[in-house]
């Protein structure tokens, strides 16, 4: 029996060219509402590959959450444990940790939407910030939450 396929909703050609035009915002150092532009090495082609991401922190600890499920980036930051987020002069490199708990998933989603919900509450098949704990934690394994630990 064939295992299903990981949640992924791929951007339209018109959000594939809003986030080239936030993520360049980024680089130039215009972060809107803390988007940031995330730079990870690619598993197969071995160079950087950048995509404006919504950084979310909660309790004094930032983690990326990814919307639209199991994408090319959260594949590669699997494979390469890290990466940058950048926001113009600014780049902080980080590592990161995958929260696999569905429990632990919950409350940072739970944050993520209140924060950017506005933006992704469409990728999210009805949960929102007010979704009950049980409807949150059955999102959760379509969408990946990564714990940074910034290391320079």
């Known amino acids: 029996m064939n295992a299903p396929t990981p949640y992924y909703v791929q951007a339209s050609p018109l959000g594939v060219r809003f986030n080239a035009f936030f993520g360049k915002l980024a680089r130039l150092g215009i972060s809107l509402a803390g988007t940031a532009e995330l730079s990870v090495r690619g598993r197969t082609s071995g160079r950087m590959q950048r995509i404006p991401v919504n950084p979310y922190t909660q309790d004094g600890v930032q983690y990326l959450v990814s919307a639209r499920g199991h994408s090319q980036w959260v594949r590669n930051m699997r494979a390469a444990g890290g990466g940058e987020l950048r926001v113009g002069r600014k780049v902080r490199t980080f590592t990161v940790t995958e929260i696999t708990d569905p429990v ?22 009805g949960v929102t910030a007010k979704s009950s704990e049980a409807e949150l934690q ?11 630990t910034v290391t320079r």
């Open 104 to 125: 632990e998933q919950a409350v940072v989603l739970r944050g993520y939407l209140k924060k950017w919900g506005w933006e992704v509450n469409r990728f999210f098949n």
């Open 138 to 148: 059955a999102a959760a394994p379509d969408h990946p939450v990564f714990r940074l």
